[in-house]
């Protein structure tokens, strides 16, 4: 598992891969609230290496997004697929947390640069 993060196209991109898990999920939790304390501008975790979430690691994606959210900010998923797509449309939420393909404005609207 690692969790890096950088700026991309005027948003914070956070990458998460391999595994999240509960035997990682608080670590990745406290790196994902590091980096965007860090930061102003909006989030997107890019899940395309990750291979595996549980409940404990979709909980860390809520606990982004309500850290965002209580911000003013935004929080999108780039290409999740596989078993992490099937565990997150398990997900009985009532937030809204984005999912996009690519970070070209336009599939991702809050770009520095993107029209509408």
Do not use: W
């Amino acid at each position: 598992m690692t969790c890096s993060a950088f700026r991309q196209n005027g948003c914070l991109l956070i990458s998460v891969t391999g595994k999240l898990d509960s035997s990682n999920a608080a670590e990745i939790r406290e790196q994902c609230i590091c980096h965007i304390g860090e930061s102003d501008s909006e989030v997107v975790v890019d899940l395309t290496d990750l291979e595996f979430i549980d409940r404990t690691g979709l909980n860390v994606l809520l606990v982004v997004y309500r850290s965002l959210e209580s911000m003013g900010r935004k929080l999108s998923i780039l290409n999740l697929h596989g078993q992490p797509k099937e565990a997150f449309e398990g997900l009985q939420s009532n937030y809204t947390i984005e999912c996009v393909t690519d970070l070209l404005p336009k599939s991702f609207p809050g770009l520095v640069g993107a029209t509408a």
